[in-house]
């Protein structure tokens, strides 16, 4: 079995991408959790890759992560801007090792500084060690739904049917999710039929997460994530008969997809022209997911499983038995 560790700046959507992909491969994972703050986070990322960049890492960001001593894993997964940093110290500090280098989403250097890149196909990047996916990573499959279906069920067994999943983002570095679209987004959730499972983000907004618990309080009919408890959101994937998902997260979005199930496009007013947004889009245009209405209806529709093919292509190319 593959040994690996996981390097991400500790977000949610990093974190997970980073998981998915051990897990798709079979790899044990171990995640380091390696902070790049000021001033180092403002030196351009190539510096890293650097005999420079090696001696900043060993002095500033690695001691007390225990990544410098050995055993090294076979592979480092890195996911995000902050991570590429860390995994291109990380590499020039044990060049002598045979651990491969993974990295998900475009690193900010050129492609050859690892042994692979993972990538979606909106983020136009080539190179021969480039693996392009149309979907985000991600580990929803059949077994893990079934997992969180059994685990989740008794928590939501009260709420009437139908039930729909609404996965809701908002402020991105390209759109701020205003207390004005969030007004919006609300009248259009109330006009939804049976009930409500709502997980906001992080990114939603303490003021628009207050919005919403405040027009749907004592509704019996709705649930909030109150990110206290357990987080039940592959148990929402699971169990809901449709997704509502907005439109400013690809993770979101393919972990809707995943599901097989009926999903809708929640566009956040204001939210147009970005990566998201057409990604939104073109589910559209393929029939995988349909624009929110009040009506909510049923279809089906087939989409590879990426996952699967994207382990063995990366077991083909670094790890052949």
Request: hydrophobic fraction near 40%.
């Amino acid at each position: 079995m593959v040994s690996c560790w996981g390097i991400t700046d500790g977000t949610a959507g990093m974190t997970s991408q980073v998981r998915a992909l051990a897990q798709a491969l079979g790899a044990t994972i171990e995640l380091k959790m390696l902070p790049i703050g000021k001033p180092w986070d403002l030196l351009p990322n190539i510096i890293y890759a650097t005999p420079l960049g090696g001696i900043i890492f060993k002095r500033f960001i690695a001691p007390g992560n225990n990544v410098l001593n050995p055993p090294y894993p076979d592979l480092v997964i890195s996911c995000g801007r902050r991570a590429s940093m860390a995994a291109l110290g990380l590499k020039r500090a044990i060049r002598s090792s045979n651990t491969k280098f993974i990295h998900i989403h475009h690193p900010c250097v050129p492609v050859k500084c690892f042994d692979l890149i993972v990538t979606v196909d909106h983020d136009k990047l080539d190179g021969p060690n480039v693996i392009k996916t149309r979907f985000a990573l991600h580990s929803v499959t059949p077994s893990t739904l079934e997992q969180a279906r059994q685990h989740f069920a008794p928590r939501f067994a009260s709420y009437p049917a139908p039930l729909t999943a609404v996965l809701l983002g908002g402020t991105t570095n390209s759109y701020q999710f205003t207390v004005e679209a969030m007004a919006q987004v609300v009248m259009a959730l109330q006009r939804l039929p049976g009930s409500l499972l709502i997980t906001p983000s992080r990114r939603t907004g303490e003021a628009n997460i207050a919005m919403l618990k405040a027009v749907f309080a004592n509704n019996p009919r709705v649930y909030i994530y109150d990110e206290v408890e357990e987080n039940p959101y592959m148990g929402m994937l699971a169990l809901a008969d449709t997704l509502v998902v907005s439109n400013d997260s690809v993770n979101m979005m393919t972990d809707a997809a995943a599901t097989r199930k009926p999903v809708y496009i929640l566009t956040l007013p204001g939210h147009k022209d970005t990566k998201q947004s057409r990604f939104a889009e073109g589910l559209i245009k393929d029939g995988i997911a349909r624009p929110l209405s009040g009506k909510l209806e049923s279809w089906n529709y087939q989409i590879e499983n990426e996952m699967e093919k994207l382990a063995e292509e990366i077991k083909r190319r670094l790890f052949p038995s």
